[in-house]
Each structure stands twice: as C-alpha cells, then as structure tokens.
C-alpha cells in the first residue's frame, strides 16, 4: 500500500467510464467564520460503479485552486501507514451497479485563500490492490452569508449538543442509503444544531436525568430566530419519555416528517426558511399563514419525533419541504462562553460551542 500512496502522489490515476460522481448538493457552500475568516466546505460525493468487478476506496486527493487556476494547496488520504487514514472512511467497497457516499474529509479551508475551486481523485482499487479505476471532479466554491437576522430560538446558557462538523450525525446522512435515498432528495440538516440549556457544569438535567421534567430544556420557551411567515406547524405528536419510548422506524418510513415531531416552518422571505422541531405536545402556538416577529414564542421544547435527548432542533435550509438542502446560519447578539467577541459579530457556532444570548 505504500507503493500505491507513492504512485498516486506522483500521477494519479486518470478518470474511466466505469464510475461516475454526483455532487450533494449540486453547489458547494462555504460557511465562512466571521471572526478567523476560516471556511468550511460541507458537501458529498455520491459514487456509482459501473465497473464489472467489485472496486474499493483507495485514495482521495485534493487540490485546492486560485481564480487564475494556480494551485495553492494540496491535501489527500490513503493506504499507506499501518493505520492508514484511508480506513476512517466507511462504506469504501462499491459493487457493480451500486452507489456509496464519501464525506469530503478536506473540509476546512485556510483564511486568507483566494479559493476559486477544488479537484478531486477518488481512486478506486481491485480485490489485489490495484488501482483500476479512478473519477475527477472539480468543485466549484461559493461563500455562503445567511441573508436573515437570526438569533438563537432558546434563552440560557445553551450547548451546542450536536451541529454539522465533520463528525456530527446531522451532516452524516447517507443519501446513498437505499432507504433514505428515497424517503430524501437533499440533506436538509446539513448545516442543523441540536440545542440544549445546561448549568454552569454543563450537565444537562438534575440528578439521572430519568425524567423529561429533569431536564433543563423541558418546557423552556422555543423563540423564532427571525421574522417570518409560518409555512407548517404540527403540534399534536405525542412525547416520548426519556429513556423509555422512541419513534418507530415504521413512522418515519411511512411519513418521513415525523422525525421532527412537533415543529414550526418559518419563510423569512428571502429564499430562507427556518425549521424548529421536537416541541413539547400542544405547545405550538403559531400556525400556517401567521406572521412571526424575531424572539417570539412558538413554542415549547418537548421531546417529540426523532430524539434521544430532550433538545431544540434548529436548521437554516432553501425551502420549506422537509428535505429541502440545508443552509449555513450565523447568529446575532451571541456569545461563547468564556470567549468575548464584538458586539456587531455575527457568531459561526458548532458542535461542543457553549453559548449565551446578549
């Protein structure tokens, strides 16, 4: 394998019919923070074989290019090493016929670049190891800024439980599943927060956390993040007790929105609509066609849907379906905890960030 890694290093392999590749979503968006200017390039490759013979993942590079075409940065992940990195990637074997999704594992990006585009090689070996087959693609990039003023939709002091880094299950969604493949077009929380009150510890919830009013987020206010117009509101999907009861996959097969449970669609008007899900049972008190002021109350944070833990979902997408592609949000008048920043800084937050409204 180390032979291998040299040879790609050197020439990679050119791109054959026998395998083809698909962009999710079709326009890759960078998240740009505000405060380092780092980006953060969050799409997929979807991969199908047409190869007659069963192929495996053996190598991705990328380069990173300027608008002149000038390579100014150069990434990649193999087989060499005796733990190579090329194993952290799952689902690598691809049959005759059959489609897999590769997570771009470059995907943060150094301030300061003048970044244009991105080239990819996937490179795909035999049963012997031998790279047989390969596909390019180039990514074009476009800085994404959210267009709405959007604040957080809980008080407190809030953790950010789960959001979309590389390792969040909100951006580990496998449209190449054959089931989610057809139940969703496009990953609509893609760029989603699980949000969670905590104490000053961080915990979550008093003592074992066995009952839902043990939790802090339990009933706490669930506000609109921006002025908008209500597109959809459920609010009669019942509660889960913690621990005890869960959505049964028969549900969700059935009716895929039930992942959110209770939940309110807002239309801010701009080509940007906001999901908020998991309310508490008849807490939700908006519904279609009302107009919603930024801070209002729509509801309350239930244990409804999907969920493992009791939280508020919040998602930025393009559309109000339920599987509309997912959009960068940033956030006003936030701060991390313990970390200041400038009163009129818009806020990137992710997985692990603790934060508290000003």
Same mark, same amino acid.
């Given at each position: 394998?180390?032979?291998?890694?040299?040879?790609?290093?050197?020439?990679?392999?050119?791109?054959?019919?026998?395998?083809?590749?698909?962009?999710?979503?079709?326009?890759?968006?960078?998240?740009?923070?505000?405060?380092?200017?780092?980006?953060?390039?969050?799409?997929?490759?979807?991969?199908?074989?047409?190869?007659?013979?069963?192929?495996?993942?053996?190598?991705?590079?990328?380069?990173?290019?300027?608008?002149?075409?000038?390579?100014?940065?150069?990434?990649?992940?193999?087989?060499?090493?005796?733990?190579?990195?090329?194993?952290?990637?799952?689902?690598?074997?691809?049959?005759?016929?059959?489609?897999?999704?590769?997570?771009?594992?470059?995907?943060?990006?150094?301030?300061?670049?003048?970044?244009?585009?991105?080239?990819?090689?996937?490179?795909?070996?035999?049963?012997?190891?031998?790279?047989? #087959? @390969? =596909?390019?693609?180039?990514? *074009?990039?476009?800085? $994404?800024?959210?267009?709405?003023? &959007?604040?957080?939709?809980? %008080?407190?002091?809030?953790?950010?439980?789960?959001?979309?880094?590389?390792?969040?299950?909100?951006?580990?969604?496998?449209?190449?599943?054959?089931?989610?493949?057809?139940?969703?077009?496009?990953?609509?929380?893609?760029?989603?927060?699980?949000?969670?009150?905590?104490?000053?510890?961080?915990?979550?919830?008093?003592?074992?956390?066995?009952?839902?009013?043990?939790?802090?987020?339990?009933?706490?206010?669930?506000?609109?993040?921006?002025?908008?117009?209500?597109?959809?509101?459920?609010?009669?999907?019942?509660?889960?007790?913690?621990?005890?009861?869960?959505?049964? #996959? @028969? =549900?969700?097969?059935?009716? *895929?929105?039930?992942? $959110?449970?209770?939940?309110?669609? &807002?239309?801010?008007?701009? %080509?940007?609509?906001?999901?908020?899900?998991?309310?508490?049972?008849?807490?939700?008190?908006?519904?279609?066609?009302?107009?919603?002021?930024?801070?209002?109350?729509?509801?309350?944070?239930?244990?409804?849907?999907?969920?493992?833990?009791?939280?508020?979902?919040?998602?930025?997408?393009?559309?109000?379906?339920?599987?509309?592609?997912?959009?960068?949000?940033?956030?006003?008048?936030?701060?991390?905890?313990?970390?200041?920043?400038?009163?009129?800084?818009?806020?990137?937050?992710?997985?692990?960030?603790?934060?508290?409204?000003?």
């Amino acid at each position: 394998m180390l032979l291998l890694a040299l040879l790609l290093q050197a020439a990679p392999p050119s791109g054959t019919a026998n395998l083809t590749v698909r962009l999710a979503p079709d326009t890759a968006l960078v998240e740009r923070d505000p405060l380092t200017g780092a980006g953060f390039a969050n799409f997929d490759f979807l991969v199908t074989s047409g190869a007659a013979r069963p192929l495996e993942l053996a190598s991705i590079v990328m380069t990173a290019h300027d608008p002149a075409g000038a390579m100014l940065l150069r990434r990649f992940c193999d087989g060499s090493g005796l733990s190579p990195c090329i194993r952290t990637v799952p689902d690598r074997a691809l049959d005759r016929g059959a489609s897999t999704i590769v997570y771009n594992p470059f995907y943060e990006l150094p301030a300061r670049l003048p970044l244009r585009e991105l080239r990819y090689v996937l490179a795909f070996a035999d049963t012997a190891g031998n790279v047989t #087959d @390969s =596909v390019i693609t180039t990514v *074009p990039l476009r800085d $994404y800024a959210t267009r709405t003023d &959007l604040i957080l939709p809980l %008080g407190g002091r809030v953790l950010v439980f789960d959001g979309h880094d590389f390792y969040a299950h909100h951006r580990r969604w496998n449209l190449a599943h054959p089931v989610v493949g057809k139940l969703f077009r496009h990953n609509s929380g893609r760029y989603a927060y699980d949000l969670s009150i905590v104490d000053s510890a961080g915990r979550m919830y008093r003592g074992d956390g066995g009952r839902n009013e043990d939790w802090y987020s339990w009933n706490a206010p669930v506000l609109a993040p921006g002025a908008g117009t209500v597109v959809a509101a459920e609010s009669a999907e019942q509660d889960w007790e913690v621990g005890r009861t869960s959505l049964p #996959d @028969s =549900v969700v097969l059935a009716r *895929p929105v039930a992942l $959110y449970g209770n939940y309110v669609v &807002l239309d801010h008007g701009n %080509g940007e609509f906001s999901l908020l899900a998991h309310m508490r049972s008849g807490s939700v008190t908006v519904r279609q066609g009302d107009r919603v002021r930024q801070g209002q109350p729509v509801g309350r944070v239930g244990f409804s849907g999907s969920v493992y833990t009791i939280h508020t979902h919040y998602q930025l997408q393009r559309g109000p379906e339920y599987d509309a592609e997912g959009l960068p949000a940033s956030f006003s008048r936030l701060t991390r905890v313990g970390r200041a920043n400038s009163q009129g800084d818009r806020l990137r937050i992710d997985s692990g960030d603790v934060v508290q409204s000003r």
